[in-house]
């Protein structure tokens, strides 16, 4: 059984939660983020930490609370540091450029691939690497998977759009032997 429920979240300097009308609202120095609050659980307060509690002891409620006080952390720490995914670009002439609010791919299509950067989402390209950064964690990383969708890598020459680090389990062609 997960105890992240129970651990409490501490809050830096600079932030501010609410919790009024059912919404939870965290503001701090990157911006602010808002959450709607989920029936059993509660919200407060107590010498700089968040506390999060539940009503009931019934399993869906203990796996709000684990939940909760989840989403509530990446909120806290999006408005505090911000999350970034980056993604890199391999392939013989695949090519990324930003113009204003959106992205330029080149990635062996008969056209280019434009890609639209959401609100509340930055993109920075240098050479063949993009790095999305944001405030909250979800878009972030749904920004960067839709990205990582436009050419997923293939196994065979690795070619395409992957993460960082990523590691693409390779084949052997046709001839069975590996090269």
Known sequence: MSRVGKSPIEIPNGVALTAEDGM????????????????DIMVSQED???????????????AKHGLVRALLNNMVEGVTA???KQLEIQGV????????????????????????IPQGVTAV??????????I???QVG??????????????YK??????????????????????
Do not use: M, W
Request: proline letters at 5%; zero cysteines; glycine letters at 12%.
């Open 24 to 39: 939870l609202t965290v503001v701090g120095p990157k911006g602010t983020l808002s959450q709607p609050l989920l029936d």
């Open 48 to 62: 700089g930490k968040i506390i999060v509690t539940r009503a009931n002891d019934e399993p869906k409620i203990r």
């Open 82 to 84: 911000g999350f970034s």
């Open 93 to 116: 002439g695949y090519r990324v450029a930003l113009a204003g609010s959106e992205l330029k791919f080149n990635l062996g299509f008969s056209h280019d691939v434009i890609y639209k």
């Open 125 to 134: 390209v240098e050479q063949n690497t993009i790095t999305i950064s944001g």
């Open 136 to 138: 909250s964690k979800q």
């Open 142 to 155: 749904q920004v960067a998977a839709e990205i990582r969708s436009l050419k997923k890598p293939e196994p």
């Open 158 to 179: 690795g070619k395409g759009i992957r993460y960082v680090g990523e590691r693409i389990i390779r084949k052997s062609g046709k001839s069975g032997k590996d090269k």
